[in-house]
């Protein structure tokens, strides 16, 4: 088969041969119909996640929409130990797939599934948020923020803060349903504090940043908040701005901050399974959007370096 296949972790993937996988057990081949372009499945590619064996030649991709044999289209999250789903094909377990309505656009599901997952297992599974509570994404301007302040809002988030760089994509945020927004820009300091202004009395932090955004916020909104005893839920699931932080110690003394991850280890491959359906209802609905760009698999190469608009998610499709 034809594949976006990776033999140095310093070059994107190139679409050559590579050895059709053979399905054991239970698996199934499937036709890959689209795979989207994920930062986790760059950082897979780049041998940057902490998941990654070091292990070459690889095909990346942690997930897809396929065809199966009797025709019928499913939206799968690939097997850990299983070859990557940017290929002509692909094995599945069944065990971690779920149908595809009808009139549901294979391109979007696959632009949507892997960013909008990591906030509604996060609000479904890590914490016990209810609704009427409030939420901070932290890092809302990229795709996965984006779809974490419409499924807040979704979800019965009161209230909704929205923080990033990017001021364009910022404004547009208010019609998806933050309520309020605050800008990164500028000296870090003087952020964090409009920040804590803004946020400080949250319920949960939904943060796509860590690094020094985070190493900022976390002093600048205990601080300033009306009842230092109540919890905040700090939920870390991406590191856009850095891997580490230096928090001081006092923070955890001073207030009843909670801080925890969601991603692959701290959650179950179940668990998250689990929760696929209903966001899968969501997505086909149009109660959630996202914005895709299709991209053939065939120039993989090109796609991998090529700029994206902010917000936009690449998704590889089959040739035909």
């Given amino acids: 088969m034809r594949a976006a296949v990776v033999r140095s972790f310093d070059h994107p993937p190139?679409?050559?041969?590579?050895?059709?996988?053979?399905?054991?057990?239970?698996?199934?081949?499937?036709?890959?119909?689209?795979?989207?372009?994920?930062?986790?499945?760059?950082?897979?590619?780049?041998?940057?996640?902490?998941?990654?064996?070091?292990?070459?030649?690889?095909?990346p991709g942690v997930d897809a929409v396929g065809r199966l044999p009797d025709g019928r289209r499913v939206y799968f999250v690939a097997d850990d130990d299983a070859p990557g789903t940017m290929?002509?094909?692909?094995?599945?377990?069944?065990?971690?797939?779920?149908?595809?309505?009808?009139?549901?656009?294979?391109?979007?599901?696959?632009?949507?599934?892997?960013?909008?997952?990591?906030?509604?297992?996060?609000?479904?599974?890590?914490?016990?948020?209810?609704?009427?509570?409030?939420?901070?994404?932290?890092?809302?301007?990229?795709?996965?923020?984006?779809?974490?302040v419409q499924i807040a809002r979704h979800l019965g988030a009161a209230h909704v803060v929205a923080a990033g760089r990017d001021p364009e994509r910022l404004a547009m945020l208010t019609g998806l349903g933050a309520t309020t927004v605050v800008p990164l820009t500028g000296d870090p300091e003087e952020a964090a504090g409009r920040l804590g202004e803004a946020a400080a009395d949250v319920d949960v932090v939904i943060d796509y940043t860590w690094g020094a955004p985070t190493q900022l916020a976390i002093p600048a909104l205990l601080t300033r908040r009306t009842e230092r005893s109540a919890a905040l839920d700090w939920i870390q699931i991406g590191s856009m701005a850095g891997p580490d932080i230096t928090l001081p110690s006092?923070?955890?003394?001073?207030?009843?901050?909670?801080?925890?991850?969601?991603?692959?280890?701290?959650?179950?491959?179940?668990?998250?399974?689990?929760?696929?359906?209903?966001?899968?209802?969501?997505?086909?609905?149009?109660?959630?959007?996202?914005?895709?760009?299709?991209?053939?698999?065939?120039?993989?190469?090109?796609?991998?370096?090529?700029?994206?608009?902010?917000?936009?998610?690449?998704?590889?499709?089959?040739?035909?």
Avoid: C
């Fill in 14 to 59: 190139r679409y050559e041969e590579f050895a059709t996988p053979d399905p054991a057990g239970d698996q199934v081949l499937v036709d890959v119909l689209a795979a989207g372009l994920h930062p986790r499945v760059r950082s897979g590619a780049n041998g940057t996640h902490y998941t990654s064996d070091g292990r070459l030649p690889m095909v």
């Fill in 87 to 148: 290929a002509e094909q692909a094995v599945l377990d069944p065990r971690r797939a779920v149908p595809l309505p009808e009139d549901a656009d294979p391109v979007v599901i696959a632009a949507a599934m892997n960013p909008a997952m990591s906030s509604w297992v996060a609000l479904r599974r890590r914490v016990a948020f209810k609704p009427g509570q409030s939420v901070l994404v932290l890092g809302a301007t990229g795709s996965a923020g984006q779809m974490a």
């Fill in 250 to 320: 006092f923070v955890l003394r001073a207030a009843n901050l909670r801080i925890m991850g969601s991603g692959q280890g701290s959650l179950t491959a179940a668990g998250i399974v689990a929760e696929l359906p209903s966001l899968m209802e969501q997505l086909a609905a149009g109660t959630l959007t996202a914005a895709a760009q299709p991209v053939p698999l065939a120039e993989v190469e090109r796609a991998w370096t090529a700029p994206t608009e902010p917000g936009r998610r690449v998704v590889l499709t089959a040739s035909a």
